[in-house]
């Protein structure tokens, strides 16, 4: 303790405290409003000015994968939103800044505001589905032209499987079977990426593309589609965006097993891809093992937010039941289109 004071793993910060510092800081007016969407990986508030207009600001957590990318991530969408890609724009303050570190009992974190991607989640129908390819083919797209500051971190095997993996054996409810289990399990999956990886094109990846977009219908009555939470960005094989979005359709199916519905939204999504951007053989092959690397990376972010969240969430009956879920998935190859 310092002073008498208990020390804070985790604060959580008042909307109005949020929305008086976008007043003071940023050009868009008095703000009428500033409440907090959720409370997850970051904190997410909804604000609106008093002429209507909404935005999202976003104040990052000090994670265990170290300091918030937000630099480049910010730069990166600065440049999306002047190619006309389909993503929410950050927003500058007055000074011209795209982000800030803000201080906090637990260290600094990062905040921005991005503009609102109005809309809801996108659905499993044939147009959404191919909007989420098309649009995540011009963001991809978009990276090849990219010049921006150096991303802090590189989606490679060591940040996409080992990190996690360390975090989930060092889970308090991790015992020697399932440790065991879980490392034969990343080290199978593990050769297989090596093997895969010198075949893959790389670029830069949204990261966390599955459900963090939005789908309206604009003047014309013409569905668009909005991308947003570039939280997980990075440099990285482009398949890995792929694997997201698999892992999405799988995640609640019996393991190893995608229903016809699934299947069919997989098609049109790979679709829609194809059309804004050439997708080689081993890129779509490799979607399958970057679905698996998904899960290893759930299991790692929970097991980094225990001091937080508590270990419910990686109970010890449900990582055994995951074990073979997970051993299902990794023999499960990409379904074919």
Not at 10 to 23: K, N, S, W
Not at 170 to 178: E, G, M, N, R
Not at 261 to 276: F, N, P, V
């Amino acid at each position: 303790m310092t002073d008498g004071v208990l020390p804070a793993i985790y604060t959580g910060v008042a909307g109005e405290v949020i929305g008086g510092l976008i007043e003071s800081a940023y050009d868009l007016g008095p703000i009428a409003s500033c409440h907090l969407i959720r409370r997850g990986m970051n904190d997410v508030y909804a604000v609106r000015s008093h002429s209507g207009r909404r935005y999202v600001a976003r104040l990052s957590h000090v994670r265990a994968r170290g300091p918030s990318n937000l630099a480049y991530e910010a730069a990166f969408l600065a440049h999306l939103t002047a190619l006309g890609a389909p993503v929410a724009a950050v927003v500058a303050d007055s000074q011209g800044g795209l982000w800030r570190n803000l201080p906090s009992a637990e260290g600094p974190r990062a905040f921005a505001v991005f503009e609102h991607a109005a809309g809801r989640p996108p659905e499993s129908d044939s147009e959404d589905v191919f909007l989420l390819g098309s649009s995540l083919a011009a963001i991809h797209m978009g990276g090849d032209s990219f010049t921006g500051p150096e991303s802090l971190r590189t989606l490679d095997g060591d940040y996409l499987l080992a990190r996690p993996l360390a975090g989930l054996l060092a889970a308090p409810t991790i015992d020697q079977p399932l440790g065991q289990a879980y490392a034969a399990l990343a080290a199978e999956l593990a050769s297989r990426l090596e093997a895969a990886w010198p075949a893959l094109s790389q670029g830069i990846c949204h990261g966390d593309c599955h459900v963090n977009a939005h789908v309206r219908t604009d003047e014309r009555g013409r569905r668009v589609i909005a991308y947003f939470d570039f939280d997980d960005l990075g440099p990285g094989p482009l398949a890995y965006d792929l694997g997201t979005y698999l892992f999405h359709l799988g995640r609640r199916a019996e393991p190893g097993v995608y229903p016809a519905a699934a299947l069919q939204a997989w098609a049109r999504y790979i679709e829609g891809y194809r059309g804004g951007r050439t997708l080689s053989q081993p890129d779509f092959e490799a979607a399958a093992l970057f679905a698996v690397v998904r899960w290893f990376i759930w299991f790692g972010e929970n097991a980094d937010r225990i001091p937080q969240w508590g270990m419910e969430s990686l109970s010890r009956p449900w990582l055994r039941m995951q074990v073979k879920v997970v051993r299902r998935w990794l023999a499960t190859p990409t379904p074919c289109v």
